[in-house]
């Protein structure tokens, strides 16, 4: 069984999602969700779902062994699922293409630091794009530069708003995400 943790600090659809959709698998579990966010929705809905949740600060994410320890003991793949902050490099060094993240846009457009969430869909009809989409890619130590793994892009209408677009993405993600993680840990191993 191979056992993912996720790192997520917000709502948590993603992370519930992929918790559903891994539910009844014999080959992948998903053992551990953290945050570094104390009310974040994410933790009551791994919780409700019967998945260990815990938080953890920012500081000792940074400069302590801390998380480093708890994913090394307990997991085998890392998935991001609407994580803010930058992965340290122990951890990074320690999960070599095994952590995954996702991004609402079209990488290398609209990634970075501060493009996150709303920010990227609020760039994305302010420069009148006619296309966003998702990003799988790889985490290695710059944010949003890993690794492509897949993408998939929706066209973005005239009329559209940033919320219009949060949608479309939403249902990308909700459609995309989990099927890709799978293809991942069972082509790696
Ligand atoms: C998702 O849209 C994800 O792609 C994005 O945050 C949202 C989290 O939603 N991630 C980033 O912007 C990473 N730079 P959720 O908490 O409902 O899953």
């Known amino acids: 069984m191979k056992r993912i943790a996720i790192l997520a600090s917000g709502t948590g659809t993603n992370t519930e999602n992929i918790i559903k959709y891994f539910k009844n698998s014999s080959l992948i579990s998903v053992t551990l969700v953290l945050s570094n966010k104390k009310e974040a929705k994410v933790l009551e809905k791994a919780t409700r779902l019967g998945v260990t949740s815990s938080y953890f600060d920012k500081n000792s994410f940074r400069n302590t062994n801390a998380v480093f320890t708890i994913l090394k003991e307990q997991a085998d793949y890392i998935v991001l ?9 122990k951890i990074i060094e320690a999960f070599p293409n095994k952590i ?90």
Do not use: W
Request: glycine fraction near 8%; hydrophobic fraction near 40%; proline fraction near 4%.
């Open 100 to 189: 995954i993240n996702i991004h609402p846009a079209l990488l290398p457009k609209y990634g970075g630091k501060g493009m996150y969430g709303m920010h990227v869909h609020n760039a994305v009809v302010k420069n009148r794009e006619t296309a966003s989409g998702i990003t799988i890619h790889y985490v290695n130590e710059n944010y949003d530069e890993g690794a492509i793994i897949f993408q998939k892009s929706v066209e973005v209408l005239v009329c559209d708003t940033a919320e219009d677009i949060a949608q479309k993405i939403h249902v990308l993600e909700q459609e995309n995400f989990p099927k890709v993680i799978e293809k991942v840990i069972l082509e790696n191993g």
């Open 81 to 89: 699922a609407g994580f803010l902050l930058k992965i340290p490099l």
